[in-house]
């Protein structure tokens, strides 16, 4: 895997797009020590100082578009696998909030951010750009407070130092063996199990947010394909997109 790596750049999604142009067909792993506009999902910004693992890989694709839709949560079982590598006294406390927020004592640790770089005739099949942030090695005192999706860093959480490289060189492994299980197998028995059980909020209710508008539901779990089932009032819904909020109050609201 070819490595850029950038001490600032504005995002290493951004520059995980222009570089994969240049290198069509090979998997890159683009990093920077800050990004000064690091991009969320949802047009959220994502607040990147130093001492985070600010990542972005570029996969491209072996097979349809439409193979790769559970790739972001076969991404955060790969973050969590790492993280579990990396500070296996935290292994019980990592949580999957659906679809891809990692969770370490119910707050938000890492983020992951996947986009699809359409393929352009010559310059291959297109590819994923998976950018992850793992808030590691800084004080979470230096987060901007969010009261509705609270957050933490590694380093709060172990005794110890924890080491940006070393999360860095564990997160990419995990992930290009978890992408190539994903293209050979689907989420599959190497993937699901784990999902489903490190799946935060089962069994409590909660809201589920996306463009069509939001529900409330009790967690079931995931499907085979990686969708949340949400028993609500009306039956069972099944989520493909979206998110899961982590309160059970609706968006509008205030969290106090
Ligand atoms: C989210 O939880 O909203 C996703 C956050 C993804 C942040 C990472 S940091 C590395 C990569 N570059 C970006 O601009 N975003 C992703």
């Not at 070819?2 to 520059?15: E, I, K």
């Amino acid at each position: 895997m070819r490595r850029f790596h950038f001490d600032a750049t504005d995002s290493t999604n951004t520059q995980a797009r222009r570089l994969s142009e240049l290198h069509p067909g090979e998997v890159l792993l683009v990093t920077a020590a800050e990004q000064s506009s690091g991009r969320g999902r949802q047009g959220r910004t994502w607040h990147s100082p130093r001492g985070g693992a600010w990542m972005s890989i570029v996969w491209p694709l072996r097979k349809k578009p439409a193979e790769y839709a559970a790739a972001s949560l076969a991404a955060a079982v790969a973050v969590t696998r790492a993280l579990q590598e990396i500070a296996p006294q935290c292994a019980g406390d990592l949580q999957i909030k659906w679809p891809n927020d990692i969770l370490l004592n119910g707050e938000k640790v890492a983020g992951i951010l996947c986009e699809l770089q359409p393929g352009r005739g010559e310059l291959g099949a297109g590819a994923l750009i998976i950018g992850i942030g793992i808030n590691a090695a800084f004080d979470p005192d230096r987060l901007q407070k969010d009261l509705r999706h609270p957050a933490t860093t590694l380093q709060a959480a172990v005794e110890g130092p924890v080491i940006v490289e070393e999360v860095i060189t564990a997160v990419a492994h995990q992930l290009s063996l978890a992408l190539t299980t994903l293209e050979n197998e689907g989420l599959g028995p190497a993937l699901l199990p784990e999902l489903r059980r490190r799946l935060a909020y089962v069994g409590a209710v909660r809201t589920w947010s996306a463009e069509k508008g939001v529900v409330a539901g009790r967690v079931v779990g995931v499907d085979a394909a990686g969708r949340l089932l949400l028993d609500t009032d009306a039956g069972q819904v099944t989520c493909s997109a979206g998110e899961l909020l982590p309160d059970n109050s609706t968006p509008g609201e205030d969290a106090l």
